[in-house]
């Protein structure tokens, strides 16, 4: 666990490397400008084809990405997601073979690939985790055993408890790509062969993988942006449609 840098953490329990000024920042002083660099961000992230191979990413900017990347939501605050950076050339090179030919050049030239993994057992972690939250006076004991009860219950379900794992990975991929964006990298999911990145890698039953994810800088030819359905086709106000 990454050591707590800031004050805000002494009071919040949390240990991310970001500071207390990014990470708390009670009021905007410019909402207008933090809106538009938030816009820049989404909409210029795109999923690469093209990264530069001759650039590189420290082991430390890899630990912020995973800091800003931890901040995402997750249920009862479990935080299921895990992640491998894959920055060793050799085992990229293996990983190739876990992905389609069409995405092998993007695993091989991207300094970092991450694989993010969803616990499937996240709640057996659940109890020291509200200890905290409790201890840092975020929550009363009360509330926190009630939630403890209710976690219990709800991922005694296997499937309950995979569908929140993919759940909570998927938005820490997305703050991933976003994180990323944020530095000027580009990001591709890429789709994969389980068996054999958990083969690769090693991933014990506990954890299944839930994205891959090439992160580095752009080479020249990537894509434009690709279009989005429209509002009105993806929206319903208040109750269900047929879309
Ligand atoms: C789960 C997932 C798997 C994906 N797998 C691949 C892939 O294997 N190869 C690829 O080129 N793009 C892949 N993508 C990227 C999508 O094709 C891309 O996000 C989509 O076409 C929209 O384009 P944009 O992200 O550039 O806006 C994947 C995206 C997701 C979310």
């Known amino acids: 666990m990454v050591k707590p840098d800031s004050d805000a953490s002494k009071t919040t329990g949390f240990t991310s490397t970001l500071s207390s000024r990014q990470v708390f920042q009670p009021s905007l002083p410019n909402q207008e400008k933090h809106l538009s660099d938030f816009l820049d961000v989404l909409t210029k992230r795109t999923a690469a084809e093209h990264f530069d191979s001759a650039a590189s990413i420290s082991d430390s900017e890899v630990k912020e990405l995973i ?54 057992q996240g709640h057996e972690r659940l109890a ?33 408890a995979r569908d929140e794992a993919i759940r909570s990975a998927s938005l820490a991929s997305m703050t991933l790509m976003l994180a990323a964006g944020n530095r000027g990298y580009v990001s591709c999911p890429i789709g994969f062969d389980p068996i054999r990145v ?23 030819g990537n894509t434009a942006r690709r279009p989005r359905l429209s509002v009105d086709d993806i929206l319903a106000f208040n109750v269900f449609r047929e879309f």
């Not at 083969?199 to 993988?209: A, C, F, W």
């Open 128 to 160: 020291g985790l509200l200890d905290e939250t409790v201890k840092a006076g975020l929550l009363c004991r009360e509330v926190a055993d009630v939630w403890l009860a209710m976690a219990i219950q709800m991922y005694g379900n296997p499937l309950a």
């Open 67 to 120: 800091g800003e990347a931890s901040q995402a939501p997750s249920s009862f605050n479990i935080q299921h997601w895990r992640f491998i950076a894959v920055t060793d050339p050799e085992i990229r090179q293996r990983l190739k073979s876990a992905t389609i030919e069409s995405n092998q050049k993007r695993v091989a030239d991207a300094p970092v690939t991450f694989l993010i993994l969803g616990d499937l």
């Open 198 to 220: 958990n083969n690769i890698l090693g991933i014990s039953n506990r954890y299944m993988p839930v994205m891959m994810l090439a992160v580095g800088r752009a080479s020249s």
